[in-house]
C-alpha cells in the first residue's frame, strides 16, 4: 500500500523557531515572525497543494486560531487539499458537529476530514468549561462519536449514555463522503476508543519500536470490534540535500531556545495527564545540553522539537534519502499516513515535496 503525506497549518503563528507563537494583543508577550492571517495561511496550504500533499492538519486549543472557521476560509483558495479539522468533544455538541461536517463537506466538495482531541490537560479543558476527568473525558468521546455516526446514518437517532443524551438527532442532510475520524490517545482509556472508532489511529512520533507496539495493540482491539483501523503518526521534518545541512538546521533550532524557557516548557508538559505527552517528555528528558546529535532517540529521528512544544515533539532529520528511510521503515510497521510540518511551514513544505517526495515516488511509495 502506498502513504498518504499531510502538511500542517500553522494557526498559531509560524517563524523560523520553535517557541515563536501569534498574539493577537501584542503587549501578551513574544509574537510569531509570521502571524496567522489567511493570506499566510493560503499561501502554506496553496504549497501543500502544490506539492502533492494529501491535506493539512489545522490544531485546536487556546493559542490558535479556531480550525473550523480558519479552514473554511481557505476552501476557495485551494482545489482539491483537504483539511484535517482538529476539535475537541468536550466543547461542542455531537449533533451539531454532525450538520457542520455535513454543510462542510457540501461547500467544500467532500475535502473534510476530522481529527478528534479528547485532551489531555486539565486546565486547558477547563478553560473551555469542561470539569471531566481524564477516562470520563474518553468515556464522553465514545459517546460523542457513536452519536455522530448514528446521525449520519440519515435516520432520527436517539442515545442515552452516562455522559451524552440525544432524542431524534437528524441533519439536513448525510455528508457525503462521511469524513473519515483521525483519532489519537495512547492510554488505557483512549485504545478501545480507537478500535471502535477511528479510521485512522494517529501517534506521535515516537521511535519505530514504540510505534509498532501501540499498533499493535490498537489493531487487535479493532480486529475484536470486527473492525480495520489504518495508522498515521504526526512528525515535524527537517529534510536537506545533505545530511550535514540538514542537522545543521536542528542546531539552529535548538541554539535557539535558552534554559529558561526548555525548563518552563517542560514544567508545564509534566502537568499533562495525556499519556502520549509523557511519553514524548520520556524520550529527551528535557535536556537542552545533551547537544542537537545527543537528541537523536533513532537514527534521523530528533527529539529535541518536545523541548519546548507540546503534542508532536520529534523530528525526522537528514537528507533526503534518510528522511525516506525512516518513512519507509515506519511504513514497514504498518503506518500508511504520516502528518508532517516543520519551521517555517511555508519553506519546509517545499523542501520536503521537492526532496523527499520524489525519493518516495521512487521507491515506489506513491
Not at 468549561?129 to 446514518?153: K, M, P
Not at 479510521?199 to 479493532?222: C, F, M, N, S
Amino acid at each position: 500500500m502506498s502513504v498518504k503525506l499531510h502538511w500542517f497549518l500553522p494557526t498559531s503563528g509560524d517563524g523560523r523557531t520553535i517557541v515563536e507563537r501569534f498574539h493577537a494583543n501584542k503587549s501578551q508577550g513574544p509574537t510569531a515572525q509570521r502571524d496567522p492571517d489567511i493570506d499566510y495561511l493560503a499561501q502554506v496550504a496553496q504549497a501543500a497543494e502544490r506539492m502533492g500533499f494529501e491535506g493539512v492538519l489545522t490544531p485546536t486549543g487556546t493559542w490558535c486560531e479556531d480550525s473550523w472557521l480558519t479552514t473554511a476560509a481557505l476552501i476557495r483558495e485551494t482545489k482539491t487539499l483537504k483539511f484535517l479539522v482538529a476539535f475537541r468533544p468536550g466543547t461542542i455538541s455531537p449533533t451539531l458537529a454532525a450538520q457542520m461536517a455535513g454543510t462542510y463537506q457540501r461547500i467544500s466538495g467532500g475535502r473534510l476530514l476530522l481529527n478528534i482531541v479528547t485532551g489531555g490537560d486539565a486546565v486547558e479543558q477547563r478553560r473551555f468549561g469542561d470539569w471531566h476527568d481524564h477516562d470520563e473525558r474518553y468515556a464522553r468521546t465514545d459517546e460523542f462519536l457513536s452519536i455522530l455516526r448514528g446521525v449520519w446514518s440519515g435516520k432520527p437517532f436517539d442515545f442515552e449514555g452516562e455522559h451524552l443524551r440525544v432524542a431524534g438527532a437528524t441533519t439536513l442532510a448525510s455528508p457525503t463522503p462521511t469524513p473519515e475520524v483521525y483519532f489519537g490517545g495512547s492510554s488505557p482509556a483512549a485504545l478501545p476508543v480507537a478500535a471502535r472508532h477511528a479510521d485512522v489511529y494517529l501517534t506521535w512520533g515516537e521511535p519505530p519500536a514504540q510505534v509498532a507496539e501501540k499498533i499493535g495493540k490498537v489493531r487487535e482491539l479493532a480486529e475484536e470490534q470486527g473492525r480495520k483501523v489504518r495508522f498515521g503518526v504526526r512528525l515535524h521534518t527537517i529534510s536537506r540535500d545533505s545530511s550535514a545541512e540538514a542537522w545543521a538546521e536542528a542546531q539552529k533550532l535548538l541554539d535557539a531556545l535558552s534554559p529558561d524557557q526548555v525548563e518552563k516548557a517542560q514544567k508545564q508538559l509534566a502537568a499533562s495527564e495525556s499519556i502520549g505527552q509523557q511519553r514524548m517528555v520520556a524520550l529527551h528528558g528535557g535536556a537542552l545540553d545533551a547537544g542537537v546529535r545527543g537528541l537523536e532517540i533513532h537514527p534521523n529521528l530528533w527529539a529535541g522539537v518536545g523541548l519546548v512544544r507540546g503534542g508532536a515533539g520529534t523530528a525526522l532529520v537528514g537528507n533526503h534519502a534518510e528522511v525516506a528511510d525512516l518513512i519507509e521503515e515506519y511504513h514497514s510497521l504498518g503506518v500508511d499516513e504520516f502528518v508532517l510540518s516543520g519551521y517555517p511551514h511555508l519553506e519546509e513544505a517545499y523542501w520536503f515535496g521537492e526532496g523527499v517526495r520524489p525519493e518516495l515516488s521512487r521507491r515506489g511509495l506513491l
